[in-house]
């Protein structure tokens, strides 16, 4: 069983930046993709990158897109999400997710469901203040 632990939120001023990281652990590893994904309380969850562990991605929401980069270091099991230009609509619980196929990572971060997300983390407070 794959388990996934999310680091780096913190709170941050309007246009700051922050990385957050996410390492997997656990056995069978039968990850295809990884994914990040954000909350806002009362909210429903939303999609926000995704990228795949062998090849292809990444890909990014429209709130996402040219300002957070998606990346890995596939020898340390870890997804990176690079957030710059901070925004207080960005503040969110952040969750990084996988799944043992990629269409279901591309699906998340496009709105199209995220049933086929099979690893959650617990989640990663980023809070930014105007």
């Known amino acids: 069983q794959v388990q996934l632990m999310e680091s780096g939120g913190d709170e941050v001023q309007a246009g700051g930046s922050l990385r957050l990281s996410c390492t997997a652990s656990?056995?069978?590893?039968?990850?295809?993709?990884w994914a990040w994904f954000r909350q806002v309380p009362g909210k429903e969850r939303e999609g926000v990158a995704d990228i795949y562990i062998e090849s292809g991605g990444p890909h990014y929401a429209d709130a996402a897109r040219g300002r957070f980069t998606i990346s890995q270091d596939n020898a340390k099991k870890t997804v990176y999400l690079q957030m710059t230009n901070l925004k207080p609509e960005d503040s969110a619980i952040y969750y990084c997710?996988?799944?043992?196929?990629?269409?279901?990572?591309?699906?998340?971060?496009w709105g199209h469901g995220q049933e086929g997300i099979n690893y959650w983390g617990t989640g990663t407070n980023v809070t930014v203040s105007s």
């Open positions: 997710a996988a799944a043992r196929r990629p269409v279901d990572c591309f699906a998340g971060t």
């Open positions: 656990g056995y069978p590893d039968d990850r295809a993709c």
